[in-house]
């Protein structure tokens, strides 16, 4: 079988050897503590889980949805505005199975083979494969410890600018746990403004940011909305990453052509699912200020713990993410993390994994209680790997 070129241009999946070697050593007995995948650990809130049983109980509810209810949309434009201060339309609002099903389709919407596109580097992996799927060519702009870890539109050639047709902002973000400013993202709306850019914000921690800093929305700097659409997940915030609720809002003609091209993959999301979204955008959000304090506190265990017995790791500013640089002596993240599962049981995932500047870091998810991240830590000092 000769299979498309299309697949040649994805390497091959690089947490296989990690998931090996856990199963191994849970087969032996030994204790794993696991902080690769950014899966949350907490509970979904009851009135969520009990709006999507309630439906799933009527018959019709079984069928097509063939598009998002009325009162979806309506649900998060309402919370766009109670959240954020942000005032949107039906028409700016569409349903995707999951940011990453969406990322990994958008580019499709807007490029053409051998078109130039902004993506930040280390980044969310999907960022690169949905380039690649749409056959754009990624110009990668740099996110170093030296700027703190975000955007500098200033550093952009201009050859490069005229000619790219969309660039990917993801603050806070995943792996490097950077936060964004109003400086910043006023940078990036004049920059897109100037070289006739789209800019697609990846907006899934905007409730995970610490240290007294309330999360926003792109869409909180003027002139946005104009140059920009946004994704919004409610899987990290309200823990339901495998009901894949997320939303593309913002510009209506990107959010319209986006539409037409999931109508010929999809059939819509599962209605209780939609129900299960009313709930969580209507519903209480008590559970998911008291949950950013929590993963507050494990940010606080790792960080201080690792830094305590050598291991200097920055505090991440937002996300569900810790980013450490890897410890004197290694250079190859994914030598390191194997050996580190081997020695410890401690899983994290390497930094190649997230584009060209990753390698030399590794990423921590926060999906351990504070007590087994102690564990963790001692596992480590008493292997002697730092």
Not at 83 to 97: A, G, I
Not at 152 to 161: F, S
Not at 366 to 386: D, H, N, Y
Request: hydrophobic fraction near 40%; glycine fraction near 10%.
């Amino acid at each position: 079988m000769n299979f498309s070129k299309r697949m040649n241009r994805f390497g091959d999946e690089i947490f296989a050897a990690l998931n090996l070697k856990k199963q191994k050593l849970i087969d032996e007995g030994r204790t794993v503590y696991n902080l690769s995948v950014g899966t949350p650990d907490f509970e979904t809130p009851e009135h969520i889980k009990k709006a999507v049983a309630d439906a799933a109980m009527d018959s019709k509810n079984w069928h097509y949805s063939l598009g998002d209810l009325p009162e979806l949309l309506q649900a998060v434009c309402d919370y766009y505005k109670n959240r954020f201060n942000v005032e949107l339309t039906p028409e700016q609002v569409t349903s995707c199975n999951g940011s990453q099903e969406g990322m990994g389709h958008i580019g499709m919407v807007l490029c053409d083979e051998g078109d130039t596109v902004l993506l930040p580097t280390p980044c969310y992996p999907v960022f690169i494969a949905g380039a690649k799927m749409a056959g754009a060519e990624p110009y990668y702009y740099p996110m170093t410890a030296e700027n703190g870890f975000l955007p500098d539109v200033a550093k952009i050639p201009e050859d490069i600018a005229k000619k790219a047709k969309y660039m990917i902002v993801s603050l806070p973000a995943n792996p490097v746990g950077s936060i964004g400013t109003p400086q910043l993202y006023g940078e990036i709306v004049a920059f897109a403004k100037k070289y006739d850019i789209l800019i697609i914000h990846d907006n899934a921690y905007s409730d995970i940011i610490f240290d007294g800093v309330i999360g926003g929305s792109f869409f909180n700097t003027p002139g946005a909305l104009d140059v920009g659409v946004e994704f919004f997940s409610l899987s990290k915030s309200f823990n339901v990453t495998g009901g894949r609720m997320s939303f593309l809002v913002g510009r209506e003609d990107v959010v319209a052509a986006f539409k037409k091209l999931r109508s010929q993959i999809d059939f819509g999301m599962f209605l209780p699912l939609q129900y299960a979204a009313i709930a969580a955008l209507r519903g209480p959000l008590e559970s998911v200020k008291e949950q950013n304090k929590m993963y507050e506190l494990r940010r606080d265990t790792l960080c201080e713990g690792l830094s305590a017995i050598g291991w200097r790791v920055p505090k991440s500013k937002g996300s569900m993410f810790v980013w450490a640089p890897l410890p004197d002596g290694y250079t190859d993240s994914m030598e390191f993390c194997l050996e580190l599962v081997e020695r410890c049981g401690v899983i994290c995932t390497p930094g190649c994994s997230f584009g060209p500047l990753g390698e030399g870091y590794v990423r921590f998810a926060l999906t351990l209680p504070p007590e087994k991240i102690k564990a963790a830590v001692k596992e480590i000092e008493k292997s002697g790997i730092v």
